[in-house]
């Protein structure tokens, strides 16, 4: 059964990149609803650096920098990490913590319909080379969201909140429109039109203006077959 209201930390050092995106539109909406609580947590609030700086050189060398340890462990700890008998091992915590990482997992509709049964997500942004390799002590899965690297995890978690929170109840107001979307199904979408009925002498399909939904209903998953089979293929392997 998929949550009713969730919350979600985000971990980060530019707490400002999230002003616009989850303030606006079906975010925004949710926010205001109560179905969705979004909180942001700056890291260099628990950094111990007058300069409030958490990064630092890596131990035997290379280029770039590394995400500090301590100020991590904090931030991550003020959002409900609870440690066994304070050992240095795999936590039990409120959160669900995540860390976005081109090594992780590569984000699909399966793993984003497997979040929305928490109640509590909390997402850590990286920055620079990376995260001090102890902190994935308190981590409890990667993920990515392609084969490529971006400047930090900022963007990637807006992508994982984003398709996370469009699932949970309430948040879209039609919500059998989300049984249709691509890949909900292992399907890409079937193609849809609007008025006019007739543009540049392109006419939307017969089907769609006889008013008959059960004709209607075939020939959508027809063509969400077919566009899968000519897009997507992999989408419909069963090995």
């Given at each position: 059964m998929v949550t009713s209201f969730m919350k979600i930390d985000i971990i980060t050092i530019f707490p400002k990149?999230?002003?616009?995106?989850?303030?606006?539109?079906?975010?925004?909406?949710?926010?205001?609803?109560?179905?969705?609580?979004?909180?942001?947590?700056?890291?260099?609030?628990?950094?111990?650096?007058?300069?409030?700086?958490?990064?630092?050189?890596?131990?035997?060398?290379g280029g770039g920098m590394i995400m500090k340890s301590e100020p991590?462990?904090?931030?991550?700890?003020?959002v409900g990490l609870k440690e066994k008998n304070n050992s240095y091992k795999k936590f039990h915590a409120k959160a669900y913590i995540i860390y976005m990482s081109p090594q992780g997992k590569t984000l699909n509709n399966k793993i984003v319909k497997r979040l929305t049964r928490f109640k509590h997500l909390a997402i850590v942004c990286g920055h620079y080379e990376g995260i001090d390799e102890r902190i994935m002590n308190y981590i409890d899965e990667e993920i990515s969201v392609g084969d490529y690297v971006l400047t930090g995890g900022e963007i990637p978690a807006m992508v994982l909140v984003d398709s996370v929170a469009r699932m949970l109840p309430g948040v879209i107001k039609e919500e059998d429109s989300i049984k249709n979307d691509s890949f909900y199904n292992?399907?890409?979408?079937y193609p849809h039109y609007t008025r006019p009925a007739v543009f540049r002498g392109h006419k939307v399909p017969e089907i769609l203006l006889s008013g008959d939904h059960k004709k209607i209903s075939e020939w959508r998953k027809k063509e969400a077959y077919k566009r899968t089979m000519e897009r997507r293929p992999d989408l419909l392997r069963t090995d």
């Open positions: 990149m999230f002003k616009g995106p989850f303030t606006e539109s079906l975010l925004g909406r949710a926010s205001k609803k109560g179905i969705l609580k979004i909180n942001i947590v700056d890291i260099r609030f628990f950094s111990k650096d007058k300069h409030k700086k958490v990064d630092d050189k890596p131990f035997g060398g991590l462990y904090d931030a991550i700890k003020s292992n399907l890409l979408d």
